[in-house]
């Protein structure tokens, strides 16, 4: 039973260890000039400048991404067209989609 437990501990300081290490990653790989302040969602984000397996990098402007899109305001919206948003991918289960 104690080894069991022990074996638990383990792997829960472990996995908060990997938690702020990819955190503290995330953070420094984070440029505020990608940042798109927007009311209704957070997160919402130019992904451009992010290095790619192929050690090129994703070209700016291109693709935003942002969470739950079902709050954004007309000013949110305005905001996304004038920074010239054609495009919207929802990457939403059915479920989720239909609960917003």
Do not use: C
């Not at 792997?11 to 990997?18: C, D, I, K, N």
């Not at 984070?30 to 997160?43: F, K, Q, S």
């Not at 954004?72 to 059915?94: C, N, Y």
């Amino acid at each position: 039973m104690r080894t069991e437990r022990n074996r638990w501990m383990v792997a829960a300081v472990a996995a908060m260890a990997a938690w702020i290490m990819a955190g503290t990653a995330y953070a420094r790989g984070m440029h505020a000039d990608r940042v798109i302040d927007l009311n209704g969602t957070t997160n919402t984000r130019d992904i451009g400048g992010y290095p790619t397996a192929d050690e090129r990098e994703v070209r700016a402007g291109q693709i935003i991404r942002s969470e739950n899109l079902s709050r954004l305001t007309a000013d949110d919206f305005r905001k996304l067209e004038d920074i010239g948003v054609k495009t919207v991918i929802d990457l939403r289960s059915h479920d989720e989609h239909e609960e917003h």
